[in-house]
C-alpha cells in the first residue's frame, strides 16, 4: 500500500516530512563543498522518510549522485530519476550481477572476490558498466585493504576486467572533529588513491564535509545532516526535517498515590492530568525513551513532548501502542484545540529524542513504523492548504 494514500483519520501516527527543508539542507552543504558533487545516502527507505519522494526531491533539486544499500533499494530509486548515478553500496553477487545492469545500477566492489564477480559477469555478458571500488582505510567493515587495493592495481589483467569510475572510503570517526583517525584515514585513502588516476574520489560523509576541503574530494556522500539530524561536534545540526506526532487517545485524571502504565513504575505524587497519544514502540518511539521503568532510563526522566508552547513530560513505561504524558499544567483550552502530540520535530529536538532513547538520530528514524502516516510538505502542497 502507498502510504500516502492512507486515511489520515484512521491512523495515530503521523510523520511530517518538510521537502524544502531537505532541499536546503543539501545545498547548505553543497555551499560548504563548493568543489565537490554532494551525492545522497538514501538507504533504509531514505532514513525512514521514504524513498520515493525523498530522492524525487533531491533529484530536481539538482543531485545527480545517490547511495543505496542494496539493489532493490537503488530500483526503487531509478523510478524517479532517470539520470543520476546510484551506487549500490554492499549488494553484489553473482545471481543478481545482471540486474546492475539492466536498472542502470553501479554495484560499489568491496573485496576482491566482488572484483572477480564483476569482471567475470562482463566478460560473459559483454558488458562494461562502470563499477566503484571501496578501499577500508580503517573502519575494518567493508572494502579492499590497501595491501589488496595494490594487488588489484598490480594484476594487470584483473585491473582491465572491470572499469572503475569512483574510489571511495568511509572514514569511522568524523563526528568527533579531532579525533586522529580521520588524518590516519584520510592519509591512508590518498596514498592508495593516488594509483587510480582516471577515477573520482570520495571520502566524507555528512560529518567528513565539515572537516574541511582535505576531505571533500570529487564527490560527498552526505546523510543525516541533509535530514535534519546531529552529525559533527563542528557543525549543525542543520534545519529539521522530519516530525513526528501521535494523536491524543484520551485524556484522564489520576489520584496522587495511583501508578501509569506496566509495571506500575511511574507513582503519581500529585493529583495528575495525563494524555494518552496513540503510538508507542510498535511505532517506533523506543521504549527506552520511557519516562521510568527501563533500565537504561532509571536515572532520568526519559523523554518529553510538545503541546501547543507547552512542555510535556512521559510518564511510565511506553507500550506498544500507547505513551502517556504528564499534562497537569498545560491549559484547558490548549488541550482543546490540538489533538496531537510532538515527539520531536521543531519543537522537541531530534537529538534529545534520541538521547532520552540511549539511541541516535540515525536509529530512530530508520525506525519509525510502516504504520506511522507520512505527510509530505513542499511549497506547492503547502500553499494550497493554506
Ligand atoms: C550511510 C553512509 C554514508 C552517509 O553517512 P551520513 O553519516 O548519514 O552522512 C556515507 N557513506 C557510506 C559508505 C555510508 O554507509
Same mark, same amino acid.
Given at each position: 500500500m502507498n502510504r500516502e494514500e492512507v486515511d489520515e483519520r484512521l491512523v495515530s501516527g503521523r510523520l511530517t516530512i518538510d521537502l524544502q527543508?531537505?532541499?536546503?539542507?543539501?545545498?547548505?552543504?553543497?555551499?560548504?563543498?563548493?568543489? *565537490?558533487?554532494?551525492?545522497?545516502?538514501?538507504k533504509a527507505d531514505g532514513y525512514g522518510l521514504g524513498l520515493p519522494r525523498i530522492g524525487d526531491a533531491l533529484a530536481q533539486a539538482g543531485c545527480r549522485h545517490f547511495f543505496t544499500a542494496n539493489p532493490l533499494e537503488g530500483t526503487v530509486l531509478r523510478r524517479v530519476t532517470e539520470n543520476a548515478e546510484i551506487f549500490i553500496l554492499?549488494?553484489?553477487?553473482?545471481?543478481?550481477?545482471?540486474?546492475?545492469?539492466?536498472? *542502470? /545500477?553501479?554495484?560499489? /566492489?568491496?573485496?576482491?572476490? !566482488?572484483? !572477480?564477480?564483476?569482471?567475470?559477469?562482463c566478460r560473459k555478458s559483454g558488458?562494461?558498466?562502470?563499477?566503484?571500488?571501496?578501499?577500508?582505510?580503517?573502519?575494518?567493515?567493508l572494502g /579492499?585493504?590497501? !595491501?589488496?587495493? /595494490?594487488?588489484?592495481i598490480k594484476d594487470r589483467q584483473l585491473r582491465h576486467s572491470v572499469t572503475e569510475n569512483l574510489i571511495l572510503s568511509h572514514l569511522a570517526c568524523a563526528d568527533e572533529s579531532d579525533h586522529s583517525k580521520n588524518f590516519q584515514q584520510?592519509? *591512508?585513502?590518498?596514498?592508495?588513491? *593516488?594509483?587510480?588516476e582516471g577515477s573520482r574520489k570520495s571520502l566524507a560523509n555528512s560529518a567528513g564535509i565539515v572537516l574541511g576541503e582535505d576531505y571533500q574530494f570529487d564527490i560527498c556522500r552526505a546523510g543525516i545532516a541533509v535530514y535534519g539530524g546531529e552529525f559533527s561536534d563542528i557543525a549543525g545540526p542543520l534545519e529539521p526535517?522530519?516530525?513526528?506526532?501521535?494523536?491524543?487517545?484520551?485524556?484522564?485524571?489520576?489520584?496522587?498515590?495511583?501508578?501509569?502504565g506496566y509495571g506500575?513504575?511511574?507513582k503519581l505524587e500529585k493529583n495528575t492530568r495525563i494524555a494518552i497519544v496513540g503510538i508507542g514502540y510498535g511505532d517506533g518511539v523506543h521504549r527506552a525513551a520511557s519516562g521510568s521503568g527501563v533500565a537504561m532510563r532509571e536515572l532520568n526522566g526519559g523523554t518529553t513532548g510538545w503541546i501547543g508552547g507547552h512542555v510535556v513530560p512521559a510518564i511510565g513505561r511506553i507500550s506498544m501502542d500507547l505513551?502517556?504524558?504528564?499534562?497537569?499544567?498545560?491549559?484547558?483550552s490548549v488541550l482543546e484545540e490540538n489533538s496531537w502530540i510532538e515527539f520531536f520535530g521543531e519543537n522537541v529536538p531530534l537529538a534529545d529524542f534520541s538521547k532520552a532513547a540511549g539511541s541516535i538520530d540515525y536509529e530512530v528514524l530508520t525506525g519509525i513504523a510502516p504504520r506511522v502516516h507520512r505527510v509530505y510538505k513542499d511549497t506547492s502542497e503547502s500553499n494550497s492548504n493554506g
Open positions: 527543508a531537505l532541499v536546503r539542507n543539501w545545498k547548505w552543504l553543497a555551499a560548504n563543498a563548493p568543489n *565537490s558533487a554532494i551525492a545522497m545516502s538514501v554492499s549488494g553484489l553477487t553473482e545471481k543478481n550481477a545482471a540486474h546492475y545492469n539492466e536498472a *542502470s /545500477l553501479t554495484p560499489v /566492489l568491496n573485496s576482491l572476490e !566482488d572484483i !572477480d564477480v564483476w569482471a567475470n559477469w558488458h562494461r558498466r562502470p563499477c566503484a571500488i571501496h578501499i577500508d582505510t580503517g573502519m575494518n567493515r /579492499l585493504t590497501p !595491501d589488496e587495493a /595494490l594487488r588489484f584520510l592519509k *591512508s585513502f590518498n596514498e592508495v588513491a *593516488s594509483h587510480f526535517v522530519a516530525k513526528l506526532e501521535g494523536r491524543i487517545v484520551q485524556i484522564r485524571n489520576s489520584n496522587r498515590g495511583e501508578t501509569v506500575g513504575t511511574a505513551t502517556a504524558f504528564d499534562v497537569s499544567h498545560v491549559p484547558e
